[in-house]
């Protein structure tokens, strides 16, 4: 938290101290007009990236998010298995949320397997 505060400070005297800047009333040259094209052809490049980088990154944890596993949950104290169709962003820790809507909560006994097959079932 405090580093946020800081990082926020700094900003704003940075642009305290660049608006206070006088301005230099001289005409650019030619090699600077370029310059400055070049700069701003640039930055929008890198920010075009950085928009296409995001977008592309949302989309894929998006799709990991909704791919369906199998949990299968053993109890060793009933000696019984149970398969569910589960989203992999509805998996926690000690519970899940099924495809159906049906949620499930773990207890410390049980055991749970992940996995992208349905498991044979003997």
Do not use: H
């Not at 580093?3 to 040259?29: C, F, H, M, N």
């Not at 701003?40 to 998006?62: C, H, N, P, V």
């Not at 989203?87 to 495809?99: G, H, I, N, Q």
Request: proline share 4%; aromatic share 10%; net charge positive.
């Amino acid at each position: 938290m405090l580093t946020k505060i800081l990082v926020t400070l700094l900003v704003i005297a940075g642009a305290i101290a660049y608006l206070r800047k006088p301005k230099v009333a001289s005409q650019p040259t030619a090699s600077q007009l370029g310059q400055r094209i070049v700069f701003k052809y640039l930055a929008f490049g890198i920010a075009t990236l950085a928009l296409l980088g995001s977008g592309a990154y949302w989309y894929w944890s998006w799709q990991e998010g909704n791919q369906v596993v199998y949990v299968t949950i053993i109890s060793p104290a009933a000696a019984s298995k149970e398969v569910y169709q589960v989203r992999k962003r509805e998996l926690e820790s000690d519970a899940f949320t099924t495809v159906d809507g049906l949620k499930v909560r773990l207890s410390t006994q049980e055991r749970i397997v992940i996995a992208d097959a349905p498991p044979n079932m003997r």
